[in-house]
């Protein structure tokens, strides 16, 4: 899968990971987060035919962002998305979000989870944005600090050719 993109005046693509953008995903992942996934941990999602791991490069090489989903059955989860904080809000989040949406439904995935904090209220809102809708709460989910997910769920449709259509993540 590659997919250019462009927007807020820069392009950037979206490709499958390789083993030498680990280190700028842990980096990105050290700068977002308060409790970050290992470099290991990114690496060995490399090996595993379950998980869709996809990068946003942009123009200059660099790796903008990154997502993590899992697929298993008919089931797929946003297991790890995020974007550098210096390009935040430029689409970029948006369309790793998209093409891991269209990665599951490849897969033969009918839905889509996902965990997000309640008080993230810019990520809810891109979710939304996107036909996710709450379907649980689980209590101090979250360390560092403490805080509870709101679990939210996407349906996606599968068309003829084993791909979703245009808007087909439907609910």
Known sequence: MKE??????ASWLIRAAT????EDVAAIERTVYTDPWSRRSFADLLASPHIVFL?????????AGYAVVLVAGEESELANLAVAREVQRSGIGRDLLAAGLRSAAAHGCRQMFLE?????AAAIALYESMRFLPVGRRSRY?????????VMRAGLAVDSAGTDGPGSHQV
């Open 19 to 22: 083993g030498t953008d680990v």
């Open 4 to 9: 250019t993109r462009s927007g807020a005046g």
């Open 116 to 120: 997000v904090r309640a008080s993230n």
């Open 55 to 63: 990068v946003a490069v942009e123009d200059a090489g660099a790796v």
């Open 142 to 150: 979250y360390d560092h600090p403490v805080e509870d997910a709101i």
